[in-house]
């Protein structure tokens, strides 16, 4: 199969990851883990996925200037274009502005593929078969299509998308026109969303043309559109900074996906997780006849139920639980947490915790 | 205060102590183990004990072949009558023959305190002050004195004492002459035992003059006797293999005190605990607020109850704790275990278990 030379896709690596504590943490996010214990981490998965689909050189990693070393470690050999480091956080929509003002001095034709680093995609060929389509779809018109999941459970920290029950397009029955996008709605709502039938979950996950995005940008946030279109191939890292501490931070669902009239949402075929917490993990594991989900080489369980146990690959120790049900079993190389999977909200509190007392102990 | 030259020390040092597991296990027995968290092994702990009862030089190391080194190691400047290896493991009673018999033969006017080596023992100036009490009252009689401990449960995994009411002396409120020995009687029996008042728990430590000690071998154990008193300081290995392959395994309780005439058990004034599972050091540790016994320094505990945490001394490991109630938690470099502690008995399946792989695993 040949990779059409205009596809090309936005990878964004900036989160901090917290939320995986303690295998995750800001000097080392869930993007740079091999959360799944495949031997490859979130971004290596994601990498590797989307160069079945476009060319290697089309795919342009942003991330925060103080991961821009461990991407090039990860993703060895890649041309400067492909790493942008951002010197600021902004949220989404200038992280991806930023990427396709590089593409654009590249290929003003270009269609673009915007997509977290660390989200768990499951049956890549269906993955893969779903974008194609995309692409293939907005090559002909000024759509955005954005991915939705089947929504599994009444979750609160995703993003839902509701559809209009008519397909958009009379032989692709999978696009429906987006009536509304919810940010991270309370319980009740996420419920009766789920119970409408009328929503799926945003897998984050946007196709355009690149006319078409900046089209959208400079409708909806015109300030973003003009200081990044403005920027050359390799802007100094000054101006870079100049741009960044001036404009607005907002994610691209706020700023565009919500306000622009042509987004469209594509039925995700395959399997998708956004793995932002522990539990979301546990839930898209495979597990055994116990109902455990064992990402370790060297488990022993015994009496042991619904729970997650995750150590890195490389590492080698053996890990025996008796009488647990229902809870996380996280190790890495300094670290182990055993917590009950309902509390899995407190490892925030975990990670501070430990972090101040590292702070007083080393005063 | 100056030390009795005539006053010797036997330490048994030879166990396996796979109860412990995973922090100790055959090649890294408890006694080696610093388990309490203070800095030194339970050897350690018990020599430097011993070391404030009888002169140094006085303290002689029974132990395996395997383990003699380690001895070495954390006992530095032994001589070599003070580190005697054990071919074969024979059980207590050829162990305290061969160490008499090497002692007879630099002081034949010793008194001997046997002890284990990997007991804990709480208010060290109590203990020293029972001990003395204990080598002064053999000093002066044929007697066989045992400690006994209180007995806080119905523990069925120790030795139970049975003593006469009366005092054995008129001016020692503490010593009573034995009547019984039970080794770990059924749960109903010991529940009986405690209730009656009558019994003490058997500490493992016998005080008797070597001259005794002697007699009572050659009345209840001839053949032991015979094959260990002929033996000189320094024993060929080959001959030592002899004597050792050829004699009965068997335990001072069983060959010695349960038949002996002249046993005495003195009322242990300081705190004691054999340490064997995990349940008797949580039982014997002090607890935190919560009831959890925190033998680590690096702990973070949250919702969590009446559990144990043992990391070795000098591991930097950070333990997070969430939800836990009830259990142990033991982790060294290579393994971690959390366990009901209801069903601790269980770490005998884990350390075959985790062996067994390990074997599997290396074909």
Known sequence: MTLNKHTWCIIMAGGLGSRFWPISRTDNPKQFIDVTGVGKSMLQLTFHRFEKICPRQNIVIVTGEQYADRVREQVPGLLPYQVLSEPLRRNTAPCVAYAAAVISQIDPMATLIVSPSDHAIFHEDKFIADIQQAVQTVALREWIITLGAQPLRPDTSYGYIQFNEKPSLPRALNLHKVVTFTEKPPLEMARQFIASGEFYWNAGIFVWQL??????????????????????????????????????????????????????????????????????????????????????????????????????????????????????????????????????????????????KKLIDNK
């Open 211 to 356: 006319s078409a995005l900046r089209k959208a940008y400079e409708e909806h946030l015109p300030a973003i559109a003009e200081s990044f279109f403005s920027l050359g191939l390799s802007t100094p890292w000054e101006e870079l900074e100049r741009v960044y501490s001036q404009c607005e931070a907002i994610s691209i669902d706020n700023g565009i996906m919500e306000k622009a009239g042509n987004v469209h949402v594509m039925t995700a075929s395959f399997g998708w997780s956004d793995v932002e917490t522990w539990d979301s993990l546990y839930n898209v594991a495979k597990h055994d006849s116990n109902g455990n989900a064992i990402f370790s080489s060297n488990v022993f369980t015994y009496n042991t139920r619904n729970t997650l146990i995750v150590t890195p690959q490389n590492d080698n120790k053996t890990i025996v639980l008796e009488g647990l049900d229902g809870y996380i079993v996280a190790v890495n190389q300094d670290t182990i947490m055993v917590c009950n999977r309902k509390n899995e909200e407190m490892v925030f509190r975990f990670a501070s915790d430990v972090e101040l």
